[in-house]
């Protein structure tokens, strides 16, 4: 809980909801081809591609809002001019945070997106 307030709930909290869509999308599309009632094959393919696809949103947001920190942090040094080297390292520590945590959602969302994709191909063979 910590990291998530300090890498800014707004969008920490964007990352959590596109976390949990993946999930659910995952899980919603996972249930038929683990109980074999999968009916069309392509269109079930097609659909796991969402997953990718939210995985992505997640990693472009949280560098979204890496540029924001770090613009944000810039122009607060251009104002002040003299700032210590440790104040500028803990902000650059905390504007990496939703980026760290938007490419995590991005490789679990490879991760599920590869496990299903070959389940569903020896489904199919």
């Known amino acids: 809980m910590k990291y998530f307030y300090m890498g800014g709930p707004l ?6 909801l596109v976390l949990i869509s993946m999930v659910a999308w995952s899980v ?3 249930l038929p081809l683990f109980t074999g009632k999968v009916q069309n094959i392509s269109k079930t393919k ?3 591609k969402h997953i990718k696809t939210l995985g992505s949103f997640a990693a472009v947001t949280g560098i979204l809002e890496q540029l924001i920190g770090l613009t944000s942090a810039f122009s607060i040094l251009e104002e002040h001019g003299n700032v210590s080297q440790s ?3 803990g902000g650059l520590k905390v504007s990496t945070i939703p980026t760290i945590y938007g490419i995590l959602i991005f490789l679990l969302s490879l991760i599920i997106w590869f496990i299903l994709d070959n389940f569903l191909s020896q489904k199919s063979e």
Do not use: D, E, V, W
Not at 11 to 16: E, Q, R, W
């Open 11 to 16: 969008f920490m909290g964007i990352l959590t």
């Open 28 to 30: 919603y599309h996972a």
């Open 46 to 48: 097609s659909k796991l």
């Open 87 to 89: 104040l500028i390292a």
